[in-house]
């Protein structure tokens, strides 16, 4: 399959709204019965009585007795980025990759993608879609130790499948450090075992759950964020989007190739390298009982301000035939963060304005982020600061919302965090005051960057959800 | 200047053997007299007569007292990738990023590039040409408290100058602890003012003097290497290399848009990512005085074989106007390396054979490298176990070697490290038997992950030396 195959592939496929689920709302349906036999309970219960999970010295960190898994640490930052010169704060250490891996097929023509209904402990409604594969590495490089996940082997096992890309991308530089996973997608051509968790869709199917809340969780956004709908390298074929219309036009030709964009590869890899240069984040490990602000207690550990996150446990009881049960630590999130990209026409050519972001995980300084990413945004859009153009999301007036769905962040490690994601048109040849490292890029340069790891996870997420159709569902 | 502008001035320039300087010859004879006029005196050292170098404890390594500079430290290095599963090592550290910057100008409708005659105390020759600003981050985030290097303030004061290119790239992997540079090309369009030791070079002088032996230093030749010959982006103007022939015609044609690639950018990145996370490197920090097989002594640092590269000290007397004098260690290396790129024409255009490098101060696991890069080469051929493919350039039979010259790595660092690079071809057709980890890429694939700092020093630096000439000049 040639790359022009492959990229005509992913397009069909996003065109397709039916495919082995007539329709989206089948999808829905099907989706609504795993929910009901869902067997997960979560119950919070204090960090002191998490099994297997202790507080170990030198530094003061909570970790699994096994060594595997991960830990949440303590660190202190400095930084002469932003407005904070300096913060403490507990952070999630899982110093391995892993593997979030989307099977693909092609069905009557369409390329499908196996997705996995699948339960998490922090999700607010726990069940989610997945991709087909969400691996640490252990589960990975233990693989003929058997408890391997399902469909693993198409990942790992040279030969078993077409790899059609496979990127180190990062995760949640606030609250993960320096954590990244392989994203992949495999194509394979003959049939796979079925399983009752798993249905094939198509990619247009998967971005029309995407403009609903809280269904396709964001392991499967940061893959399908990957997915091009067209190939950068070429001009718009016009005759592949016959129909498409407005604002989906408008994406699939910020995909590709024009001589319409405001500034070059070179110049959007001098500007970020010129922010790398220039801003630093120094950060080093604290004990959790010695970080400025956070109280920790048997309980959880928290901010004084009752801002920002806190470490809770929670026991989890999994009513499947394994009838299995365990404990373990979550990041919960009391309010919703906002993630949101401006976009606008210029020279004809839908541009996302982009944000240098630097962040205490991000393993090599600043990466590209959304045009705004905040937490807890109902307080912090009260306060003297607010961040900026946060203003243009919080009321559009008469801008247009192009996208406005609630998702929520990784269920394994994180506890009802959510955050509103939105995409706001402005009208072309409106100015901005635009402060220091924004730029504004297509959406093919988007891609283009984050093939080689410099976009950011937020930034992404919300990539992930634009797709051809004119308006929301 | 569009990106197709900046392209086009780098082919003209590229193709320019006169400019400011009538010839090659001439450049020469500018710089024989420069070389004649040096005034740099070198005597080796007992380490313990370094002023201002001590040992300093916990772990036992070798800083200057000021904190500044750069330190020599040990490694104990562990790792699944290659024959040797662990050894141990001294290392420079040197953690920030300088700033390795080429100043360029329109002069007659020809971009040139501003050379410098620059002499460093581990160059066999003292003198050699390098960038218009070889900087370190000292030198540049003070830049206003006097002291500043000649011409930086257009590296670091927005608006003095386009950037036309600004990226983070590695050192060497085997000698640095993570160490990058940031590599940038900018240009102005008003004089600059001159200076005796400063000269403007076209592209294609630059080139030229790539073919001889130690004219240009390895700083010139990593900025040169991130300099297209053409736009990857497009296909080839046939106009724009009218009278170009041979294999100068093959270099510009792998450069360009074509759909004969053997791998995509997809496969590619995939490729690296499976590499990167198939194959780990631990490096633990080990004080010098307990690196097994490593000898410690008040005259130098060595290894017990005679091997790899052993740490010295030097006295350098400058006898400029200033005067002054101070000491240093340095990595010397007592034989020659060797650093070769095979190529072979695949579907008509040139492809060159990459092979993933893991060395210990790599930031970020596998690089892509050259074909062979191997120190010590006449030894370890003579070994049990030869690098693989190594025979192709010292013996290259009926191959064709397009590129054999010797060059030198930084003059500040090390003492009379040389490595031979060479171009070997082979003919259309000819199979080879590949170990893991090689892939056939053009130069414009090459380029593009270059970019993106995914390619080593070496490979870079060769890449450098490749031009437009049908023939060695």
Redesign the interface.
């Known amino acids: 399959m ?2 022009a195959a ?1 990229r005509l592939a992913f397009l069909r496929s996003c065109r397709a709204m039916a495919g082995q689920f007539a329709d989206v709302d089948a999808v829905m349906d099907w989706f609504a019965a795993k929910d009901r036999q869902r067997r997960f309970e979560v119950r919070r219960i204090p960090l002191a009585a998490l099994c297997q999970w202790d507080y170990v010295a030198d530094p003061l960190r909570l970790v699994h007795r096994s060594g595997r898994f991960f830990s949440i640490e303590g660190i202190a930052v400095e930084t002469d980025f932003g407005s904070v010169p300096g913060w403490d704060q507990p952070i999630i250490n899982q110093p391995e ?1 892993g593997i979030l891996g989307l099977l693909a097929r092609e069905i009557d023509g369409v390329l499908h993608f196996l997705m996995q209904a699948k339960m998490e402990p922090g999700n607010v409604n726990i069940l989610q879609l997945s991709p087909t594969v969400q691996a640490t590495h252990s589960n990975y490089s233990r693989v003929h130790m058997g408890n391997a996940p399902r469909y693993l082997d198409y990942f790992t096992e040279p030969g078993r499948a077409r ?6 991308q990062p995760e949640q530089g606030a609250r993960f450090l320096r954590k990244r996973n ?1 994203n992949m997608v495999v194509v394979v051509d003959e049939p796979v075992p079925p399983h009752e968790d798993f249905r094939w869709l198509t990619l247009g199917q998967i971005k029309a759950l995407l403009a609903r809340d809280n269904i396709v969780n964001m392991d499967a956004r940061t893959v399908v964020s990957l997915i091009p709908l067209a190939d950068p ?1 070429e001009p718009p074929d016009y005759g592949m989007v016959n129909g498409i219309t407005g604002f989906g036009l408008d994406v699939y030709l910020s995909f590709c ?1 024009s001589d319409k964009e405001r500034h ?4 959007i ?2 500007w970020l ?2 922010g ?2 220039r801003h630093a984040m120094r950060v080093a490990p604290k004990p959790l009982d010695r970080l400025r602000g956070w109280i920790v207690t048997d309980n959880d550990i928290r901010h004084e301000s009752g801002l920002y996150f806190s470490v809770i446990g929670v026991d989890v009881a999994a009513k499947t035939r394994e009838a299995t049960r365990w404990s373990q630590p979550l990041l919960h999130h009391q309010g919703q963060g906002l993630v949101g990209f401006l976009c606008q026409r210029h020279g004809g050519v839908l541009h996302f304005l982009a944000r240098g972001s630097l962040e205490p995980g991000n ?2 300084g600043m990466e590209i982020g959304p045009t705004v990413a905040c937490s807890e945004v109902a307080l912090r859009s009260r306060r003297a600061c607010p961040p900026a153009l946060l203003e243009f999301f919080l009321d559009p007036g008469n801008f247009v919302v192009r996208y406005d769905a609630v998702q929520s962040e990784e269920g394994g490690r994180f506890h009802h965090f959510q955050n509103r994601y939105m995409v706001v048109e402005l009208p072309p040849g409106r100015a901005l005051e635009l402060p220091d490292h924004y730029l504004w890029m297509t959406a093919g340069q988007l891609w283009r960057m984050a ?2 790891g ?1 976009v950011n996870i937020e930034a992404r997420n919300l990539m992930a959800c634009l797709g051809l159709l004119e308006t929301l569902p």
């Open positions: 040639s790359v492959v990759v790899v059609l890309l496979d990127q180190l392989r390298d190739r070059s590869m070179d110049d890899m001098a390298t010129a790398k240069a393993r090599d093939r080689h410099h």
